[in-house]
């Protein structure tokens, strides 16, 4: 069993930035890939950016590129996503998960392992 748990949301105003971060508590933390996930009202959870279980490879949505950076710190057990240059579009309710699978995935199904969430809010 993995807990995760979010913070760092909140209320931005466009072109502001917010750093999330995700502490993980449970099994061997660097045993698993990790990602930030985000769904807004009315829309499929979609994929934000990952990292592998040692960091070394990082993905990002195509949306998220050049504005969003995404790090881990496997001895504090955390994963952070800065996110600069927010638009509106940003706005949603951002999930950190964790999979322990060989090969890394973008997609929410199959991560095993969900924290909350955390509100992120960009105004106009």
């Known amino acids: 069993q993995v807990q995760l748990v979010e913070s760092g949301g909140g209320l931005m105003q466009a072109g502001g930035s917010l750093r999330l971060s995700c502490v993980a508590s449970g099994r061997t933390f660097n045993g698993y890939h990790m990602a930030w996930f985000r769904q807004a009202p009315g829309k499929e959870r979609e994929f934000v950016s990952g990292?592998?279980?040692?960091?070394?490879?990082?993905y990002y949505a195509d949306s998220v590129k050049g504005r969003f950076t995404i790090s881990r710190d496997n001895a504090k057990n955390t994963v952070a996503l800065q996110m600069n240059s927010l638009t509106p579009e940003d706005t949603a309710f951002y999930y950190c998960a964790a999979d322990a699978s060989i090969v890394f995935a973008t997609t929410p199904g199959r991560y095993r392992y969900w924290g909350q969430g955390t509100q992120v809010t960009v105004s106009s």
């Open positions: 990292i592998t279980w040692g960091g070394g490879s990082t």
